[in-house]
């Protein structure tokens, strides 16, 4: 594999903006210093995804996701190291040189990077088809100019035609270089098989006389392909798309969001189509915000890829009754997925493609502000016709709509729609929470771990309280984490006395607690952390944090490796004329240096401005670096000593030589009046031996 110059790679990482970055995949808001969003790397409804613009860095406080621009990308992308270089150089326009590689060389790489090369080269085929050839010009092109779409339209979804030929793209691409696994692996080919399932050898083509809609993942990446017949009378799927694969999975995929979806932040508002024309037609009439889910129904990665984007969504539906009926599950879901979501119907017999092509840009925006709805009103007056005058088919139709507000996981939306379903329908408020309530027992009660969507209702538009149970009194049964285990160690307490002596904890034996953590591991970790976090900042007249700890540790050495690599590389940085930062750190080659630095330079929590607004000063540990950095030499010395101290036990209980005792005892002496001056220090005076 080719190499990137380490100028190109200083260069990239320089220009490329983390907080732009990211915002590329979800929507950032700034509270306090840093930014926040749902993380886009697991499902969550409160925001813990913390992004720090000084530092250059992310994390995610659920699920532990951390690093620089360059490892998001890596992580959101599942691409290697070059792999996200390259993709940043292209964002900000850098030229990246390297070795010109051959079609061999490229394949070399991960499996999936040479999917994605394949993809894309597929993509060119198919698009130098559509343009250049007879038939693709008179087949594939007239086609998409009899749908109306323009040339800016089919260069910016890269529309393409596959020759009504067996083996077109398979000989291409072999011509090219490529190997005919991964044309497989991507379903661009397709293997023959006899009647036992055994392979015949032969290869064919999976895409033959179809226009091709490449579908790109958020990063603009090809991925997969739909594909439509033009050919009348054919008993093959009107559509046809690409199998699941290392790099293409369906339900993760939303067409259109890559080109849509700088609009869809700036709108604060997604349009939710079926088909891919639905799209085009749409963002030609200049409506980019809007995305299709490709003739399938909704699934939970779809929603989840929404919802970093954007919290409305506005389901664009034709009048089709059978098809309405056949989504109300998928908007429950958008629902649940803490969604606000909004419909527009159209007239019978038109779809929002064929709709703008009728009307014109002008009147389907108008349409859009005109017709939209709240989903819950649409559910109602679409069941209420249907029940009519029918008192039985009424109350399951009340159901229905209830069970669409049980998935709402707002309280306070959920009252409001209570309130419309009993003005809607005519019936009584109470009756119309307490049916709702028994419907989130039973739902509940069914689903695993006992926990519902929605939360219980009152007449009074709160959720209910439940009463304290005998068992809230009860002492917390929880374990103690690594760093209250260690810190109350550190510090000469025991497990119980940090629990406050209450709770199972006190039955547990040492064994059964999870287990210790280092000591000294965790005092080295705070000396880097210093290290890292404030190394320019003064101690005293030409004095710095960084000189201050490195002098102190002149004659120490680091027992943990990682910690220990670390600080040499903050000695580097130094010796180099350069002060150690997180921004330079956060892109080491080595990723466990990565996240080491990611977790040490990441708060959960920032100091309340309300303090100050109350005129409560709260000092901060940048006010109090002397004595945090006095106090992390100090640790990590009596935590050296006691080890040394403990070693020597060790030895005298061993000894047979009386000389060799008296030698050991001296030792001893020297390193109890040593740790005793460092507990005095510190205001520690428990011995460890008393734990």
Not at 88 to 103: C, F, H, R
Not at 394 to 423: G, H, M, N, W, Y
Not at 552 to 570: I, M, P, R, S, V
Request: hydrophobic residues 35%.
């Amino acid at each position: 594999m080719a190499r990137i110059p380490k100028e190109t790679v200083d260069q990239i990482i320089h220009h490329a903006d983390i907080v732009e970055v990211v915002g590329d995949f979800v929507s950032l808001k700034r509270k306090g210093q840093n930014m926040w969003a749902c993380c886009p790397f697991h499902h969550e409804k409160s925001p813990s995804f913390s992004v720090a613009p000084a530092k250059g860095l992310y994390k995610c406080f659920g699920c532990g996701k951390a690093g620089g621009v360059v490892q998001f990308i890596m992580d959101i992308e599942g691409t290697s190291y070059v792999e996200a270089l390259k993709y940043l150089a292209k964002k900000y326009g850098i030229d990246v040189e390297e070795e010109e590689k051959t079609p061999e060389q490229q394949l070399a790489q991960n499996e999936k990077d040479s999917q994605y090369i394949v993809s894309n080269w597929a993509k060119d085929h198919y698009h130098r088809l559509l343009l250049n050839t007879d038939e693709g010009q008179g087949i594939g092109l007239s086609y998409l100019r009899q749908r109306g779409l323009n040339q800016t339209t089919i260069k910016t979804f890269e529309l393409g035609y596959s020759l009504d030929q067996w083996d077109d793209l398979l000989k291409s691409a072999t011509a090219a270089g490529f190997e005919q696994k991964y044309l497989e692996k991507t379903g661009l080919v397709i293997r023959r098989e006899d009647d036992q399932g055994q392979d015949t050898g032969r290869r064919y083509d999976r895409f033959r006389g179809r226009v091709m809609f490449p579908i790109h993942n958020v990063s603009g990446r090809v991925i997969g392909f739909g594909a439509r017949t033009l050919k009348p009378n054919d008993k093959t799927a009107k559509y046809l798309n690409s199998p699941e694969s290392d790099i293409y999975h369906k339900s993760d995929v939303l067409y259109g969001l890559y080109q849509g979806r700088q609009a869809i932040r700036t709108e604060e508002l997604c349009y939710l189509v079926e088909g891919y024309l639905d799209v085009l037609s749409l963002h030609q009439g200049d409506i980019k915000n809007v995305v299709a889910s490709s003739g399938t129904s909704l699934t939970d990665g779809q929603i989840r890829l929404l919802k970093r984007y954007t919290d409305n969504v506005t389901v664009l539906y034709d009048g089709d009754a059978a098809g309405i009926r056949a989504s109300l599950r998928g908007i429950d879901m958008l629902l649940e997925g803490g969604l606000n979501v909004r419909v527009v119907l159209f007239p019978d017999g038109d779809d929002p493609d064929s709709y703008i092509r009728k009307v014109g840009d002008q009147r389907f925006r108008e349409h859009l502000e005109n017709a939209s709805q709240d989903f819950i009103q649409f559910k109602t007056d679409l069941v209420s016709r249907e029940a009519a005058h029918d008192p039985v088919k009424k109350a399951e139709a009340i159901r229905e709509v209830l069970q669409s507000i049980s998935k709402v996981p707002d309280p306070i939306k959920r009252q409001v729609f209570l309130q419309q379903t009993s003005q809607a329908f005519g019936i009584d408020e109470q009756v119309l929470i307490t049916e709702y309530n028994k419907l989130v027992r039973n739902t509940t009660q069914k689903a695993p771990g006992g926990q519902g969507s929605g939360g219980a209702a009152t007449s009074s538009g709160s959720s209910s309280a439940s009463k304290p149970s005998s068992q809230s009194s009860a002492p917390s049964n929880r374990q103690l984490t690594p760093e209250e285990e260690a810190e109350a160690l550190m510090y000469g307490a025991s497990p119980e006395d940090l629990m406050g002596g209450g709770g199972d904890l006190q039955t547990l034996t040492r064994e059964e607690l999870e287990p210790v953590p280092d000591v000294l591991e965790q005092c080295e970790r705070e000396v880097v952390r210093l290290l890292l976090l404030y190394s320019p900042q003064p101690l005293a007249p030409e004095v710095s944090v960084a000189q201050y700890l490195l002098e102190q540790l002149e004659d120490t050495a680091f027992k943990t490796g990682l910690y220990a690599d670390l600080l040499h590389l903050c000695r580097e940085e130094l010796e180099q004329g350069r002060w150690p930062e997180v921004r330079t750190l956060i892109q080491h080659g080595r990723s466990d240096i990565r996240s080491l630095v990611a977790e040490l330079a990441t708060e959960k929590y920032e100091l309340s401005p309300n303090w100050t607004t109350h005129q409560i000063y709260v000092p901060r540990e940048l006010d109090l670096l002397q004595t945090a950095c006095d106090n992390a030499i100090l640790r990590l010395n009596k935590v050296n000593v006691e080890r040394a101290l403990a070693e020597q036990m060790s030895a005298l209980q061993k000894s047979t030589v009386y000389e060799e005792m008296v030698e050991i005892m001296k030792t001893i002496k020297l390193l109890k009046q040593m740790d005793d001056q460092l507990g005095n220090m510190l205001g520690t005076v428990i011995p460890r031996a008393s734990l």
